[in-house]
């Protein structure tokens, strides 16, 4: 199992966000683009990822989201905004609220999200372009994989995350993030892995 783990610093925090004006609610546009180029291939969708999605916008934060696509799961690219919004709506103070088969919301911060999957014993990896090439590095069946959003990870996080995760790069170009998760897929795939 795959596991990416996206922070927003923007994302907002309850469903009530305009889906005609994606920008204003917290670049929640490059949220579904991620989760499109996580999970979605042509004429299927990947069983074998498991996305958490770390959300610092207003006005609640931290939430997070867990994402797995199971047998029950219903999902379509066209509807991702309203998955988002309904479980957002659908949170329960004090809980890991699960809305619908694979789908979770609760409140927890993105370190918490990160050192949970380190205890795990999975192999933890930061996307930075100043990391060692994702294809001269060994990776692990059960790593994790952290993306940030068009702001970066916050300084303090950062530093924390260093002392448990290792740097790795897809190149010296900056990507989408959405991008990011399409080739670290396609990587994964041909390792098969």
Request: charged fraction near 30%; proline fraction near 3%; hydrophobic fraction near 35%.
């Amino acid at each position: 199992m795959r596991t990416f783990v996206y922070f927003s610093s923007t994302a907002k925090t309850s469903g009530n966000f305009d889906m005609n004006n994606l920008m204003k609610a917290g670049r929640m546009d490059i949220v579904m683009h991620f989760i499109i180029n996580s999970f979605f291939l042509s004429h299927e969708l990947r069983d074998d990822v498991k996305l958490h999605l770390v959300f610092y916008g207003s006005p609640d934060p931290p939430k997070h989201i867990e994402l797995k696509i199971e047998s029950k799961t219903d999902f379509s690219k066209k509807d991702v905004g309203n998955l988002i919004k309904k479980i957002l709506y659908k949170y329960k103070k004090g809980e890991k609220h699960e809305v619908l088969p694979g789908c979770f919301v609760e409140k927890k911060s993105f370190l918490g999200v990160v050192n949970e999957l380190s205890e795990q014993g999975k192999k933890i990896f930061i996307l930075d372009k100043r990391g060692e090439n994702i294809r001269k590095t060994k990776i692990p069946k059960d790593s994790v994989f952290i993306i940030g959003d068009h702001n970066g990870f916050p300084k303090k996080e950062l530093k924390r995350l260093k002392k448990i995760a290792e740097l790795i790069s897809i190149g010296s170009k900056t990507y989408f993030a959405s991008q990011v998760a399409t080739i670290i897929n396609n990587e994964l795939d041909l390792r098969e892995i």
